[in-house]
């Protein structure tokens, strides 16, 4: 992953005491991940890694905004976003690796270097609400009158499909007697 780099941690370097981490996160970030959904955006993480016995603890805290677009009128719209990374790093073999373990992320014991690029991403993706819209009147005024034009169109479609065919009403009226 080219530019990348400084989110690279060298486990076997780290001592006892907690060292701390501090990114800057830009346009670039985004675009120097491989298959990330999200492009642009601007946030500030901080944290810390700590080594204890026989494993490390990162923390990290993601605060600042990404770019999405908006759910009612498609333009862009800035999405706050506040992210908190917990995790377990361990050292291990190839075949801890290998194992399905959501809670710890495994390193090579050979390598011993954290990339941490992609967890941040995650966090990031995942506090993305589901739905993220403008505030109430900043949504693009064309395609918000279009959207009421055609959901008025769509309501008054749908009053007409509730008209019954008189003869029914006068089966009805066979069961109230």
Same mark, same amino acid.
């Given at each position: 992953?080219?530019?990348?780099?400084?989110?690279?941690?060298?486990?076997?370097?780290?001592?006892?005491?907690?060292?701390?981490?501090?990114?800057?996160?830009?346009?670039?970030?985004?675009?120097? /991940?491989?298959?990330?959904?999200?492009?642009?955006?601007?946030?500030?993480?901080?944290g810390?890694? +700590?080594?204890?016995s026989?494993?490390?603890?990162?923390? /990290?805290?993601?605060?600042?905004?990404?770019?999405?677009?908006?759910? +009612?009128?498609?333009?862009?719209?800035?999405?706050?976003?506040?992210?908190? /990374?917990?995790?377990?790093? =361990?050292l291990?073999? +190839?075949?801890?690796?290998?194992?399905?373990?959501?809670?710890?992320?495994?390193?090579?014991?050979?390598?011993?270097?954290?990339?941490?690029?992609?967890?941040?991403?995650?966090?990031?993706?995942?506090?993305?609400?589901?739905?993220?819209?403008?505030?109430?009147?900043?949504?693009?005024?064309?395609?918000?009158e =279009?959207?009421?034009?055609?959901?008025?169109?769509?309501?008054?479609?749908?009053?007409?499909?509730?008209?019954?065919?008189p003869?029914?009403?006068?089966? =009805?009226?066979?069961?109230?007697?």
């Open positions: 992953m080219n530019g990348l780099e400084q989110f690279e941690i060298d486990l076997m370097a780290l001592t006892a005491d907690e060292t701390p981490l501090d990114y800057e996160l830009d346009d670039s970030f985004f675009a120097a /991940l491989d298959d990330a959904q999200l492009k642009s955006g601007s946030l500030h993480v901080s810390s890694i +700590r080594k204890a026989g494993f490390y603890e990162l923390h /990290l805290s993601t605060t600042g905004t990404v770019s999405v677009p908006c759910d +009612r009128c498609l333009d862009m719209m800035d999405q706050p976003i506040e992210a908190d /990374l917990m995790a377990t790093v =361990k291990g073999s +190839r075949e801890a690796l290998t194992t399905d373990d959501d809670d710890v992320i495994w390193v090579d014991e050979r390598d011993g270097m954290l990339d941490i690029a992609w967890p941040i991403y995650e966090s990031i993706a995942l506090a993305v609400p589901i739905q993220h819209v403008h505030q109430p009147g900043d949504c693009n005024v064309a395609m918000s =279009k959207l009421n034009e055609l959901s008025a169109a769509r309501s008054s479609d749908a009053d007409a499909q509730e008209t019954v065919d003869r029914w009403e006068k089966l =009805k009226g066979l069961f109230d007697s």
